[in-house]
Nanobody
Framework: QVQLVESGGGLVQAGGSLRLSCTAS????????MGWFRQAPGKEREFVAA????????YYADSVKGRFTISRDNAQTTVYLQMTSLKPEDTAVYYC???????????????WGQGTQVTVSS
């Protein structure tokens, strides 16, 4: 089992920044990738960013590339999503997830956090 807890969401004006954190516990070694997804009201959950547990490889959705940065701490227990130049269209519930396989696919991930709300006002 892997437990994931997100934090760091909130309300920010357009152009602002937020940093999300995802603290992992349990059998994290059983999964080789950590991802961030988001889901806006009435829309499907979509891939945002991912990082391998080694930290060697990172992946981003085109919509956030150059604005968001995913990273992890050296203890490999926390994954971060630094979000800058936020836009109203970034408003969504952001979920942290752990899995193994193709990083951009939702079905790759079998452990999910509870989600944290990010609201960007115009």
């Amino acid at each position: 089992q892997v437990q994931l807890v997100e934090s760091g969401g909130g309300l920010v004006q357009a152009g602002g920044s937020l940093r999300l954190s995802c603290t992992a516990s349990g059998r994290t070694y059983s999964r080789n990738v950590m991802g961030w997804f988001r889901q806006a009201p009435g829309k499907e959950r979509e891939f945002v960013a991912a990082i391998t547990w080694s930290g060697i490889s990172t992946y981003y959705a085109d919509s956030v590339k150059g604005r968001f940065t995913i990273s992890r701490d050296n203890a490999q227990t926390t994954v971060y999503l630094q979000m800058t130049s936020l836009k109203p269209e970034d408003t969504a519930v952001y979920y942290c997830a752990a899995g193994s396989g193709t990083v951009r696919l939702t079905r790759t991930y079998d452990y999910w956090g509870q989600g944290t709300q990010v609201t960007v006002s115009s």
